[in-house]
């Protein structure tokens, strides 16, 4: 990569060159995926006669990012072009926080923490491991690290639980305070399905709710949510925040009688409750003021778990909670959980990733086709998660 040109003509060549390349970088990209995303792209790259070149060619690359977290296997696509582009020397910046993509496509890296540059160096120099100290500014077990406390009372139960709509069969288990459970499965295996029906978004067809011993009747969200009950959805923009909402609102909305007065909203006390747990998560953001939509990922979710906290929840319902947010933030968000865990609270923790569910989770149960086809304790392998999310043992298949 070179200097910036500063010659009138090469601005103008820049441009150019720019204004031909995107929109064929782009397209290659976009067309394949469903049209909605398409309509974006053209509406993004039509915009690149009235902005300068770089500036058309960063709006581009925002595209690209909505377009890879939409769907995965666009990233097959976009690392040929990236290695399409290098074979023409060009230079190429790829911002990610994601391991598998940096070894995949990059040759160099450098590390931002907090604003500032902590490590650049080639990739093939650096562990995976001492990459990740470099991001969070701490050794990898240590983002893990949580005290395991001896569970308490049960406090949510779950007896033969069944929907016919998501295919849920005779679900039985039981969450204790203080206690994180863990729960794997392949992707359709019914965890999101489980929480769904749990939190009262999905009609349950036969079986029972307890909530410290006694039957619960939920039959929307609003009876879970008064029950105690918290959902942290894994798709957080569309059903876990307003995403055009200040941050004090997000916060405050699933408990604004709290914050009420006579039918009118005390807007000081919301910004007040709002400013308070966003100091106690950690929260990075200018203000209350500020909008959702304009967090990261990480900061998101804080602000997800903030509103539950103000509505002082006992049940959380944790649905891949580390989906899209980087290390450091996953990290925090573990040690969230662990806080709320000590403080008496009972935790479902739905998740994809393994490696997570054996560091966190205090025991693990496993779900295939609808049913919960085991549980594990905290030390076990993913080889035995495996086995029991794809095989179901002969005495469990014969119950049914």
């Known amino acids: 990569m070179g200097g910036r040109p500063t010659c009138r003509h090469a601005v103008a060549h820049q441009q150019a060159v720019f204004r031909t390349l995107i929109p064929t970088f782009v397209h290659r990209i976009a067309r394949p995926l469903q049209p909605a995303l398409a309509k974006v792209v053209d509406q993004q790259v039509a915009r690149q006669g009235r902005d300068p070149g770089i500036e058309a060619a960063l709006r581009a690359i925002e595209v690209l990012q909505v377009a890879i977290q939409l769907q995965e296997h666009v990233l097959r696509q976009v690392f040929r072009i990236v290695r399409d582009l290098k074979a023409r020397n060009m230079g190429i910046i790829y911002i990610t926080h994601r391991m598998d993509e940096l070894r995949a496509i990059g040759d160099r890296v450098t590390v931002l923490r907090d604003g500032s ?6 990739l093939a120099d650096i562990p995976t491991d001492r990459l990740i100290q470099h991001m969070v500014g701490r050794e990898v077990a240590a983002i893990y690290e949580r005290e395991h406390l001896a569970p308490g009372d049960p406090v949510l139960e779950v007896r033969d639980l069944s929907v016919k709509r998501s295919r849920l069969r ?26 769904r029906a749990i939190f009262g978004i999905d009609p349950i067809d036969s079986g029972d709710i307890l909530i410290k011993g006694r039957a619960a009747r939920i039959r929307t969200p609003r009876d879970a949510v008064k029950q105690g009950i918290a959902l942290v959805t894994e798709d957080r923009q569309i059903s876990g925040l307003a995403l055009r909402l200040p941050i004090s609102a997000n916060v405050t ?16 006390a919301q910004n007040r409750f709002a400013t308070e747990l966003g100091q106690k998560l950690r929260l990075k953001a200018a203000s209350p003021a500020q909008r ?20 002082d929840a006992e049940i959380f319902l944790f649905d891949e909670p580390t989906r899209g947010i980087d290390i450091g933030a996953k990290a925090e968000v573990f040690e969230l959980m662990s806080e709320l865990a000590r403080a008496g609270a009972a935790i479902l923790m739905v998740s994809s990733e393994l490696p997570e569910l054996l560091h966190v989770a205090d025991r693990i149960l496993v779900m295939r086709q609808g049913r919960i086809s085991g549980e594990l304790p905290r030390h076990t392998t993913q080889e035995q998660i495996m086995k029991l999310a794809v095989l179901l043992d002969s005495s469990v298949e014969s119950a049914a």
């Open 117 to 122: 540059t902590v490590h650049t160096c080639n």
């Open 170 to 195: 005779n679900i039985s288990l039981t969450l204790r305070k203080g206690e994180i459970t863990g729960m794997a499965g392949l992707i359709g295996a019914g965890r999101t399905e489980l929480c």
């Open 253 to 268: 909305m699933a408990n604004v009688e709290r914050i009420s007065r006579f039918g009118f909203l005390d807007l000081k």
């Open 292 to 311: 959702g939509g304009t967090l990261s990922g990480g900061n998101q979710q804080k602000v997800v778990i903030a509103k539950w906290l103000f509505r």
